[in-house]
C-alpha cells in the first residue's frame, strides 16, 4: 500500500518539545517537533483514554501525564509500566522550506 501524505500543519506551527494535536483522516495524531526532527504519534494512550499531546516531551519521548508511562516517539513502545502496548507512530515528511514549509503525516501506513 502506498503511504497517502496529508498536510497536517505548517512547520512553523510547531513550538520545539511542545506537542500539537491535529486530526488527519480522523485520526488524532500529536504532532512533535524535538531534536531536529518532527514526529508524528497516535495521540491516545495505549493504556487509557488520555491526549498525549497533553503530556511533556524529553529525551525523544512523550510522557503520559496521568499515570507516567513515556513512549519512544520513533518506535511508540512505552519505556515503562503501567502502559505495555505500543502507540501507533506514522511516517512524516516535510515540504518546502523556511516559513512556508508544511508537515505532512500519512495516517494510513504505520512507521
Ligand atoms: S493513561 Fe497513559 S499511562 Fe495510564
Same mark, same amino acid.
Do not use: I, Q
Given at each position: 500500500m502506498t503511504a497517502a501524505y496529508v498536510r497536517a500543519?505548517? *512547520?512553523?506551527e510547531l513550538e520545539e518539545d511542545s506537542p500539537k494535536r491535529v486530526e488527519i483522516d480522523g485520526v488524532p495524531v500529536s504532532l512533535v517537533r524535538t531534536e531536529g526532527e518532527v514526529f508524528a504519534i497516535n495521540d491516545i494512550c495505549s493504556h487509557a483514554?488520555?491526549?498525549?499531546?497533553e503530556g511533556e516531551v524529553e529525551d525523544c519521548s512523550i510522557e503520559?501525564? *496521568?499515570?507516567?508511562s513515556s513512549f519512544d516517539l520513533?518506535?511508540?513502545? &512505552?519505556?515503562? *509500566? &503501567?502502559?505495555t502496548q505500543p502507540v501507533p507512530v506514522y511516517p512524516v515528511k516535510i515540504e518546502g522550506e523556511g516559513p512556508d514549509a508544511s508537515v505532512l503525516v500519512s495516517v494510513t501506513q504505520e512507521s
Open positions: 500543519c505548517g *512547520l512553523a483514554n488520555v491526549s498525549l499531546s503520559c501525564w *496521568l499515570h507516567g520513533r518506535t511508540g513502545k &512505552p519505556s515503562g *509500566l &503501567p502502559a
